[in-house]
C-alpha cells in the first residue's frame, strides 16, 4: 500500500510539471507598413523645394501589378500647396485627376518592398492653411488602405518688398539729376501690385519720368504690375535744376503697395541727396 501512495504521487507530479511547462516559441517579426514616409521637413515657406522618402511594401501572398505610390491631401487637393519637381526609383510620375501624385513602380512581388523619393515645391501663392499629407500603395489589381501621414505647414505667403535708390547729374543748360529706384522682391513669394511713392526737391522742377505724376504735387507713383522671387527692376524720376538752386536736393522713394504682405518694413523707404552750389555745380 505504501509503494502504491509512492507510484501515484509520482505520476501526479509528473503531470502536473508537464502541464506548468510552456514551450518557448520565437516571436515573427511583424511586416512593415504597406506604404511608410519620410519628409525632409514639415514647416515650409512658399518656394521652398522638399522631399518626400516614400516606401511602400506587399504584404499579401500574390504580387501587386502595375503597383504605384501615391500622395496626397487628405480631404483637399495636394496641388493647392505642392508642385511635382521630380521623382527617383520609379519609372514615371506625374500628376493624378489634378490632384494628387502618382509613381509607377511595375510589378511588385509577394514580401517586395520599392521605394521612392519625391522632389516637391511649395507653390509661391499656396492654399492658405496646414494639411496632413495621405500615402497609399496601389495596383492594377489590388489596394492597400490608405495611411495617414505628417502634418505639414506652409507659412503664410509674404514676398519682401527692398526699394533703393541711386542719383545721377548732367548739364542740360542747368543741371539735370536723374534719380533711379530699384525694387527687389527678396521673396520668398512672387509680388504684384507693387507700387513706389517717390518724391523729388522742391528747389527742382518735374522734367521726365517713367513714373507717374501726381497732379502738380511734388510726388510721383512709380508702380510694378509684377516681380517673382529674387527679381528686380528700375524706374528714373528726372528733374531740372535752376541756375539759383543752392543746397541739399534729396528725392525719397517709399513702397506703399504690393501683395502679398510684405514682412520687412525696413527696407520699405530709400532717399539719395545731391548737392547744389548753383544749379551749374551739382554733385551727387
Known amino acids: 500500500m505504501h509503494a502504491w501512495k509512492l507510484i501515484r504521487a509520482a505520476l501526479i507530479t509528473g503531470i502536473l510539471g508537464a502541464s506548468l511547462a510552456v514551450p518557448a516559441t520565437a516571436n515573427a517579426e511583424d511586416p512593415p507598413p504597406t506604404s511608410a514616409v519620410d519628409v525632409s521637413a514639415t514647416t515650409l515657406n512658399p518656394g521652398d523645394t522638399f522631399t518626400v522618402t516614400q516606401t511602400v511594401y506587399n504584404k499579401i501572398a500574390g504580387p501587386i501589378e502595375g503597383g504605384k505610390a501615391a500622395l496626397y491631401a487628405q480631404g483637399a487637393s495636394l496641388t493647392d500647396w505642392l508642385e511635382l519637381v521630380s521623382c527617383t526609383g520609379a519609372t514615371s510620375c506625374g500628376v493624378y485627376n489634378a490632384e494628387h501624385f502618382r509613381a509607377g513602380l511595375?510589378?511588385?512581388?509577394?514580401?517586395?518592398?520599392?521605394?521612392?523619393?519625391?522632389?516637391?515645391?511649395?507653390?509661391?501663392?499656396?492654399?492658405?492653411?496646414?494639411?496632413?499629407?495621405?500615402?497609399?500603395?496601389?495596383?492594377?489589381?489590388?489596394?492597400?488602405?490608405?495611411?495617414?501621414?505628417?502634418?505639414?505647414?506652409?507659412t503664410a505667403s509674404a514676398a519682401d518688398i527692398a526699394v533703393t535708390m541711386s542719383a545721377a547729374?548732367?548739364?542740360?543748360?542747368?543741371?539735370?539729376?536723374?534719380?533711379?529706384?530699384?525694387?527687389?522682391?527678396?521673396?520668398?513669394?512672387?509680388?504684384?501690385?507693387?507700387?513706389?511713392?517717390?518724391?523729388?526737391?522742391?528747389?527742382?522742377?518735374?522734367?521726365?519720368?517713367?513714373?507717374?505724376?501726381?497732379?502738380?504735387?511734388?510726388?510721383?507713383?512709380?508702380?510694378?504690375?509684377?516681380?517673382?522671387?529674387?527679381?528686380?527692376?528700375?524706374?528714373?524720376?528726372?528733374?531740372?535744376?535752376?541756375?539759383?538752386?543752392?543746397?541739399?536736393?534729396?528725392?525719397?522713394?517709399?513702397?506703399?503697395?504690393?501683395?502679398?504682405?510684405?514682412?520687412?518694413?525696413?527696407?520699405?523707404?530709400?532717399?539719395?541727396?545731391?548737392?547744389?552750389?548753383?544749379g551749374l555745380i551739382v554733385h551727387c
Open 106 to 154: 511595375g510589378d511588385v512581388g509577394p514580401g517586395e518592398s520599392r521605394t521612392v523619393v519625391w522632389t516637391l515645391r511649395v507653390k509661391d501663392s499656396p492654399r492658405s492653411g496646414p494639411f496632413v499629407l495621405g500615402h497609399q500603395f496601389i495596383g492594377d489589381n489590388y489596394a492597400f488602405e490608405p495611411i495617414t501621414g505628417p502634418t505639414i505647414t506652409i
Open 169 to 278: 547729374v548732367r548739364l542740360v543748360g542747368t543741371a539735370r539729376i536723374t534719380y533711379t529706384v530699384t525694387v527687389k522682391n527678396n521673396g520668398p513669394a512672387s509680388a504684384d501690385g507693387i507700387r513706389v511713392v517717390t518724391t523729388y526737391p522742391a528747389a527742382t522742377l518735374f522734367s521726365s519720368t517713367t513714373c507717374t505724376r501726381v497732379g502738380s504735387t511734388r510726388t510721383a507713383n512709380c508702380d510694378f504690375a509684377s516681380l517673382g522671387s529674387g527679381e528686380a527692376a528700375t524706374r528714373t524720376l528726372t528733374v531740372q535744376t535752376g541756375l539759383l538752386t543752392t543746397g541739399a536736393l534729396t528725392a525719397t522713394a517709399r513702397r506703399t503697395a504690393s501683395s502679398p504682405a510684405d514682412p520687412v518694413a525696413a527696407n520699405d523707404k530709400a532717399s539719395r541727396t545731391c548737392n547744389a552750389l548753383t
